[in-house]
């Protein structure tokens, strides 16, 4: 990369329209902070909740790997409309899934059509990103992407009262992913990409050689441990926030996300500038110590403290993750490999849920937090591997 992409610009047109698109794509992840809830109300095995949940990134995980090198900034732009009108389609059909297998036919076509959604988002996304720039972007995109688990997890209850259910709060949701058809008028239908100027398809032999470098497998390794963690909070955190006694279990996120956005608008411009190996395995510690923490938790003022504790770990590895990714990647690979980061994100969302549910269903909520701990303390170790390595010169450039 040559000497003037410090004096490229970040913030375009193209990156707001990307990242209000993003805002609603991560909505809809959101909205679903009561569905272990919700499929008590529904003549379903309790026994399958856990796979009902995970089956929604389960699709992300076999289909990610397949879409993501065919899926480039090029032709991310007509990916992004079809699939979100596909989106808009799945979030209308919970209102007729009431068994088992109907809720798990809707959940497997909405993580499908999730899936092309928020990859090809992000593909278009990377391709506009200049490398020196790479910590500010994806903590900006990051504070996009945490923005509705600030908003919505507090509000989802008394929304529901309000709209009489919660099948009306997805219809709600349904209908705002029709803002993403006037947002890409506002994009140019050719991007200004800085990767891969040739906009070539990556091929199998390219895709072994980028896996090659065992840098990268550490980085998705870290990334598979951080969201498998995260995971078991967000879906599991308003039961064990009731059964020991918290109001509203909702503001936990509202703190956490809030802590998370405070730290990226400020920090994100520093990432860049520091040793990120170093800064994301001292998250990471920072993370096991606030999951031990949380299995032991009593009383409403130090369940919220925690929110603010794991938001400050949070807010600093997730973009961290991203950005350390896109460093370490060759040009070529970056949109790829940004991509596979986050089936990381998607197979968190698969693990975490279905051995979560397992964990409750034969042990109890600080079992499942301190799994979530250990977990944290594995990829201590592999951020200590990555952190002895010396950089490569051909990832410099």
Request: glycine share 4%.
């Given at each position: 990369m040559t000497d003037t992409s410090h004096r490229e610009p970040l913030i375009t047109k193209e990156f707001l329209a990307l990242n209000a698109i993003m805002f609603l794509t991560y909505c809809n992840i959101a909205v679903f902070f009561q569905f272990h809830e919700y499929l008590g109300t529904l003549p379903i095995a309790r026994d399958s909740f856990g796979l009902l949940i995970a089956l929604f990134a389960l699709t992300a995980v076999l289909i990610r790997p397949v879409i993501s090198p065919f899926?480039?900034?090029?032709?991310?732009?007509?990916?992004?409309?079809?699939?979100?009108?596909?989106?808009?389609v799945s979030l209308g059909l919970y209102d007729v899934a009431d068994g088992f297998w109907s809720m798990a036919a809707v959940r497997l076509f909405h993580g499908a059509v999730h899936t092309v959604l928020a990859t090809a988002v992000l593909s278009r996304m990377v391709g506009c990103i200049p490398r020196e720039r790479s910590g500010q972007a994806f903590g900006l995109i990051f504070v996009i992407v945490l923005l509705p688990y600030a908003v919505?997890?507090?509000?989802?209850?008394?929304?529901?009262?309000?709209?009489?259910?919660?099948?009306?709060?997805?219809?709600?949701?349904?209908?705002?992913m029709l803002l993403v058809f006037p947002l890409l008028l506002v994009m140019d239908r050719k991007s200004v990409c800085q990767s891969d100027p040739e906009g070539k398809r990556i091929g199998l032999r390219e895709m072994v050689e980028?896996?090659?470098?065992?840098?990268?497998?550490?980085?998705?390794a870290v990334a598979l441990v951080v969201w498998t963690a995260f995971t078991p909070v967000f879906y599991f955190l308003k039961g064990y926030g009731d059964k020991i006694g918290i109001q509203n279990p909702g503001w936990f996120f509202t703190l956490s996300t809030v802590t998370e956005i405070l730290v990226r608008l400020m920090a994100a411009p520093v990432f860049d500038k520091l040793n990120k190996p170093k800064l994301m395995t001292g998250s990471l510690i920072w993370l096991a110590l606030g999951y031990f923490a949380l299995a032991n938790v009593r009383g409403d003022g130090f369940f919220y403290a925690l929110g603010l504790f794991l938001g400050l770990g949070w807010g600093i590895v997730m973009p961290l993750l991203s950005?350390?990714?896109?460093?370490?990647?060759?040009?070529?690979?970056?949109?790829?490999?940004?991509?596979?980061?986050?089936?990381?994100?998607?197979?968190?969302?698969?693990?975490g849920p279905v051995f979560g549910d397992i964990i409750l269903i034969h042990g109890d909520y600080s079992l499942l937090y301190y799994g979530c701990g250990g977990l944290l303390v594995l990829g201590v170790v592999a951020g200590l591997v990555l952190c002895s390595t010396k950089p490569s010169e051909k990832t410099s450039r």
């Open positions: 899926l480039t900034p090029w032709n991310a732009r007509k990916w992004i409309a079809i699939s979100s009108f596909l989106v808009v919505i997890p507090p509000i989802l209850e008394p929304l529901s009262t309000l709209l009489g259910g919660f099948r009306h709060v997805l219809e709600i949701s349904a209908l705002a980028n896996l090659k470098d065992y840098r990268i497998l550490i980085m998705f950005s350390l990714t896109f460093d370490l990647s060759e040009p070529r690979f970056r949109a790829m490999n940004s991509n596979f980061t986050m089936q990381m994100f998607q197979a968190g969302f698969f693990v």
